[in-house]
């Protein structure tokens, strides 16, 4: 148990390691190509900017010079006679907002730059973003409306109105700073494009890393649970071996005893003298003695088991008359203190089968039926037929087996416990056999039970 346990911390410590490793090489490889993205858009922007000092016949804010010059005109007058602060306050903050939406609805900056991205074969699609930096009205006096922190910072822009500044966040990039001077207003702003699908394309371009680094974790973590399960089941092999060979030894030892035991009474004078004590010490010494050598054939018999496949001795048999053959056998042997149910509707089937096999079988479901059961044992047998096979359910009112324990009770060795104990005899080879006999026979053998409400086992044989 020490050992699983330190495998399995040290497989997990392991997996996470290796997870943190991974993550921290897709973050680096994430940010490499969230840098290249920004430097790629930075560059295009650029050049994209810049041409338009070639293109003089191109205004890209015509539209939006000729809208903000005639709303200047208007609200000049506005300006001129609001004298309470409060009022004129509010009227700059409305003036802004109101040249902000028309500079990003009216613009025809994004579309230059999509052609232009399309054009050079990126990513055309992106938001744009623009800001007012400085905002004066100009009438006969000036108006300033607005005048942002960075604006005093910037150099001054080009007879096109174009900054050659160019800056920006990894977020956002800023495209450039312009500015517009007409009659009625003056007015620099800052441009900024910001892709909707960067974090897609970034995916896109990093999605060879990230498979590779998810199909490396999956399989440390597959080898890793795959190696963890044969661990387990190394484990549990190796105590039902354990168990086996301490069982058997007792098992063994009890009848050898018993003999010995009796051995030595017969060598006493005044046993020697009393032919009713030697009969009875005799018949003890035989009745272990078959005990004995069914215990040695049973090994024996697995041992051959593994190493040949079944061979059968098969008869045709009426199967209801076996059934009552093999329950009277066993009513005036070992269960006789069991009350016994038997309900048949076999409708005369014939079976062709090996007696003596299909004898242990039902004798062992009927054994483990009294010996697994902590009041007076009950057993219900039913018999039918199908279309093709014979089915035989043999419920009893016993201990009943957990869901853990059903997973392995037709396993060689295995015997049902409770935490390390064993409350039962037997060396864990009885519904091994049944398992096996059926699986002979073309049949199964399967079990429904719970925990102190009984099992029911369900023979199928194919007739």
């Not at 897609?200 to 498979?211: C, D, N, P, Y």
């Not at 973590?221 to 301490?246: H, Q």
């Not at 069991?338 to 076999?346: E, R, T, V």
Request: charged fraction near 25%; glycine fraction near 6%; proline fraction near 1%.
């Amino acid at each position: 148990m020490k050992k699983r346990n330190t495998v399995l911390v040290l497989g997990i410590i392991s997996i996470l390691i290796l997870i943190s490793v991974q993550v921290y090489i897709i973050r680096g490889i994430w940010k490499q190509k969230d840098e290249m993205l920004y430097l790629r858009y930075r560059s295009l922007s650029q050049e994209a900017v810049g041409s338009l000092r070639g293109q003089r016949s191109l205004d890209v804010y015509d539209t939006v010079r000729f809208i903000l010059n005639k709303y200047s005109q208007q609200v000049i007058k506005e300006l001129t006679e609001l004298k309470d602060e409060q009022k004129l306050t509010s009227k700059k903050k409305e003036i802004l907002e109101y040249f902000s939406k028309v500079l990003n609805q009216e613009q025809d900056l994004s579309g230059f730059l999509s052609s232009y991205f399309d054009k050079m074969g990126f990513e055309k699609d992106f938001n744009h973003r623009i800001e007012v930096t400085y905002l004066d009205i100009i009438g006969l006096d000036t108006f300033k409306i607005y005048q942002g922190e960075s604006f005093r910072s910037r150099p001054p822009p080009t007879r096109e109105g174009i900054s050659t500044a160019l800056k920006g966040s990894k977020s956002s990039i800023l495209v450039n700073w312009f500015h517009l001077e007409d009659n009625n207003y003056s007015l620099s702003f800052d441009y900024n494009i910001d892709f909707s699908d960067k974090q897609k394309m970034i995916l896109k371009e990093t999605s060879a890393s990230l498979a590779m680094s998810i199909f490396s974790i999956l399989v440390v973590v597959i080898i890793f649970i795959i190696t963890y399960r044969n661990l387990r089941e190394e484990k549990r092999l190796s105590n039902l071996k354990t168990d086996f060979i301490n069982n058997m030894t007792h098992e063994l030892k009890t009848p050898l005893s018993t003999i010995t035991v009796a051995g030595k009474t017969l060598e006493m004078v005044q046993i020697r003298s009393n032919d009713s004590k030697i009969l009875e010490t005799a018949k003890l010494i035989g009745k272990q003695s078959v005990l004995l050598n069914q215990l040695i054939n049973m090994i024996l018999e697995i041992s051959m088991w593994e190493r040949t496949q079944f061979q059968l001795d098969k008869k045709t048999v009426e199967i209801e008359e076996l059934m009552n053959d093999v329950v009277d056998s066993f009513k005036s042997g070992g269960g006789n203190n069991a009350s016994i149910n038997q309900k048949y509707n076999f409708s005369g089937a014939k079976v062709d089968m090996d007696v003596v096999y299909f004898t242990t079988l039902i004798n062992n479901l009927l054994s483990n039926a009294v010996k697994y059961s902590d009041k007076v044992p009950v057993i219900d047998i039913e018999g039918f037929t199908t279309d093709k096979n014979i089915c035989i359910r043999v419920a009893d009112n016993g201990i009943g087996i957990n869901k853990t324990d059903q997973k392995h009770i037709f396993d060689k060795f295995y015997r049902a416990s409770t935490g390390n104990i064993h409350k039962f005899k037997g060396l864990g080879l009885g519904l091994y056999y049944v398992k096996k006999i059926a699986e002979a026979h073309g049949g199964d053998v399967t079990v429904s039970s719970k925990s102190g409400k009984g099992s029911i086992f369900t023979i199928t044989l194919p007739h």
